[in-house]
């Protein structure tokens, strides 16, 4: 039984299923040690709860669901292993702001640490490539302009962001072609994510997208104006 990109998630007694698909149904064999055993149909995102006691397979594979590991509270897991986006010599420092006012292409995971703040100047593009990823937990603002916006593509449609616990302002943005995450312990369909963050999006874009998602926006307050979606998989928010 086919069970690719199935994703488990176990909060307190409480078992999520979730699945890049969006039409993904399986059946799921429950055996429990008291002799119970039922079958039950599962969902994209669906629940059920969930006892210890009980073992859960689809066909002949065990489902083994990891604790917590929705991105509102387990973002950080792997930061430690991603280079510092600072490293980027194009990334220089002004007035108590780092700021990015040249092309840079990314091809490996990247992180922007807390309590730092960036600005990406009008103009400049970004193209992430190679199932990269750029994650932020300081502060961004994308300052692009009507003539002159910012583009954050991927050129060989696998690349994504993931902007968290943060204020983001994305003002004249074009999104381009860009994917979903890849981390197993990440449920993330979106090319862009923002998570547990004060965001605006403004005079933006978003199109192409090779993920479910366009833009996917997790706990966090949001303003959103003037956005544009074309070309989209399935949802554009």
Not at 11 to 17: A, D, I, M, S, W
Not at 104 to 132: A, M, P, Q, R
Request: net charge neutral; with cysteine; glycine share 6%.
């Amino acid at each position: 039984t086919n069970v690719e990109n199935l994703q488990s998630s176990l909060e307190g007694n409480t078992l999520f299923f979730d699945n890049i698909n969006k039409f993904f149904f399986k059946e799921l064999n429950i055996r429990c040690k008291d002799g119970t055993n039922k079958n039950v149909f599962i969902l994209k995102n669906q629940n059920l709860l969930f006892d210890k006691n009980c073992n859960y397979k689809i066909g002949d594979q065990n489902i083994e669901p990891k604790k917590n590991i929705f991105v509102s509270t387990k973002i950080d897991n792997d930061f430690d292993k991603f280079k510092d986006l600072l490293e980027f010599k194009e990334i220089e420092y002004k007035n108590g702001y780092y700021i990015l006012d040249k092309d840079i292409v990314i091809d490996k995971n990247y992180h922007f640490s807390k309590n730092k703040k960036l600005i990406v100047k009008e103009g400049t593009n970004i193209d992430i490539l190679n199932d990269s990823l750029i994650t932020s937990e300081g502060s961004i603002l994308f300052e692009g302009t009507e003539k002159n916006p910012i583009t954050i593509k991927s050129s060989d449609g696998k690349g994504s962001l993931i902007l968290s616990h943060n204020k983001y302002i994305i003002n004249f943005v074009k999104f381009e072609n860009l994917s979903y995450p890849k981390d197993k312990s990440k449920i993330l369909h979106g090319g862009l994510n923002v998570i547990n963050s004060d965001l605006e999006i403004i005079n933006s874009e978003v199109k192409s997208s090779n993920g479910e998602d366009g833009i996917n926006i997790v706990s966090s307050m949001s303003l959103i104006q003037n956005l544009k979606a074309s070309n989209i998989k399935s949802d554009a928010i």
